[in-house]
């Protein structure tokens, strides 16, 4: 729901090892394939930001202010997240998620397949996607932000914070390099829009 979706969206090749190591590299191979049918024409150019993809003013999802740097995002590293939105109302289960991800070639964005949940993927309930829990990890517990369904309207900040993102060494730069398009709409149980953000985006593996 926060801009951080995005990156952790574009960043979802990057499964905790836990995973199953066949799904991953099948998932990666179908990628470069994808990929593979032309080369982007730059890396780094895209400059993060964000818009409100809302068609109505009534969405109860509202980003008041959003920010990711370094730009371009460098695989290993440090990413420094900045948020704050509103919820006007309480989010229950389920929350029908749908993202459309898409990388650039040549001169325009290419949308990226649903493989293996991770892509251009429609989920009818993110809520049961988050683990469960029984405190939020720092720092959304330092800053009293809900990381589970249901989430209580109520305005969050996130302030300036450092995040280490995986390593990204087992992942083709062809997959990593590159200017990304995300867009996330979410739907509530009785099927009204409850908000939709979308964001661009450059990775870069070191």
Same mark, same amino acid.
């Given at each position: 729901?926060?801009?951080?979706?995005?990156?952790?969206?574009?960043?979802?090749?990057?499964?905790?090892?836990?995973?199953?190591?066949?799904?991953?590299?099948?998932?990666?191979?179908?990628?470069?394939?994808?990929?593979?049918?032309?080369?982007?024409?730059?890396?780094?150019?895209?400059?993060?930001?964000?818009?409100?993809?809302?068609?109505?003013?009534?969405?109860?999802?509202?980003?008041?202010?959003?920010?990711?740097?370094?730009?371009?995002?460098?695989?290993?590293?440090?990413?420094?997240?900045?948020?704050?939105?509103?919820?006007?109302?309480?989010?229950?289960?389920?929350?029908?998620?749908?993202? /459309?991800? +898409?990388?650039?070639?040549?001169?325009?964005?290419?949308? #990226? $397949? =649903?493989?293996?949940?991770?892509?251009?993927? !429609? %989920?009818?309930?993110?809520?049961?996607?988050?683990?469960? /829990?029984? +405190?939020?990890?720092?720092?959304?517990?330092?800053?009293? #932000? $809900? =990381?589970?369904?249901?989430?209580?309207?109520? !305005? %969050?900040?996130?302030?300036?914070?450092?995040?280490?993102?995986?390593?990204?060494?087992?992942?083709?730069?062809?997959?990593?390099?590159?200017?990304?398009?995300?867009?996330?709409?979410?739907?509530?149980?009785?099927?009204?829009?409850?908000?939709?953000?979308?964001?661009?985006?450059?990775?870069?593996?070191?």
């Amino acid at each position: 729901m926060r801009v951080t979706v995005v990156v952790l969206l574009c960043c979802g090749l990057l499964l905790p090892a836990s995973s199953k190591i066949a799904t991953r590299q099948e998932t990666i191979s179908q990628l470069i394939q994808l990929f593979s049918l032309g080369q982007p024409v730059s890396e780094g150019a895209a400059n993060f930001r964000w818009d409100n993809c809302s068609s109505t003013t009534a969405a109860a999802v509202k980003i008041i202010n959003g920010s990711i740097t370094p730009d371009p995002i460098t695989l290993p590293g440090t990413i420094t997240v900045y948020a704050a939105l509103t919820l006007t109302e309480t989010l229950h289960s389920p929350l029908k998620g749908e993202v /459309t991800l +898409e990388k650039k070639l040549l001169s325009t964005y290419v949308k #990226i $397949p =649903c493989i293996d949940n991770i892509g251009s993927c !429609t %989920y009818d309930d993110l809520c049961a996607l988050i683990p469960k /829990t029984t +405190e939020c990890p720092p720092p959304l517990s330092t800053y009293h #932000i $809900p =990381c589970q369904c249901p989430f209580p309207a109520g !305005t %969050y900040y996130l302030p300036p914070t450092k995040i280490q993102l995986p390593d990204a060494s087992g992942i083709p730069s062809i997959i990593t390099n590159g200017d990304y398009h995300g867009k996330v709409k979410l739907t509530d149980a009785a099927g009204h829009a409850v908000g939709c953000y979308e964001a661009y985006l450059s990775l870069k593996k070191d």
